[in-house]
Every structure is written in C-alpha cells, then in structure tokens.
C-alpha cells in the first residue's frame, strides 16, 4: 500500500507541473502588469474547464458508453 501511495503522490505532482511551467513561462515573457492579465485569463480558461469536464462526460456517457470518455480524452490529448 505504500508503493500506491507514492505512486499517487508522484501522480499529483506531475498533474500540477504543466500549471506551474505555463506560469512560470508566463512570467518571465511578459512584463509585471501584462503578465497578470495572461494569468488571469489562463486561471479563467482552466476553472471554465475543469467546470464543463464533468458535464461533458456525463453527455458523452448518456449517449455512448462509459469507455467513450476514455476515447475523447486519449483524442483530446492526442490533438493538444
């Protein structure tokens, strides 16, 4: 049980890195005042995301199977 909950610990961080890259990306290419916007709207665009997640699922889910939210997201990840 120990190896599991390493395993998700190391999970949780390499779920958070992209985040925390894009910011840092952010800041050092923009000024001070203009970096705050580009956060701002990325931090809007992420919570708009993580909002609609669940809802498109349960739509996907209501008209397919389950496994097709797995097929969306491995297409999703394939285009990103």
Request: net charge neutral; with cysteine.
């Amino acid at each position: 049980i120990e190896v599991l909950l390493v395993l998700r610990g190391l999970q949780g961080m390499a779920a958070a890195s992209p985040i925390v890259v894009c910011s840092v990306l952010i800041l050092d290419r923009y000024t001070d005042i203009l970096a705050t916007k580009v956060l701002n709207f990325l931090n809007g665009i992420i919570t708009i995301f993580l909002a609609l997640a669940p809802i498109i699922g349960y739509y996907i889910q209501t008209a397919f199977n389950w496994q097709y939210n797995f097929y969306f997201i491995s297409l999703f990840a394939f285009i990103a």
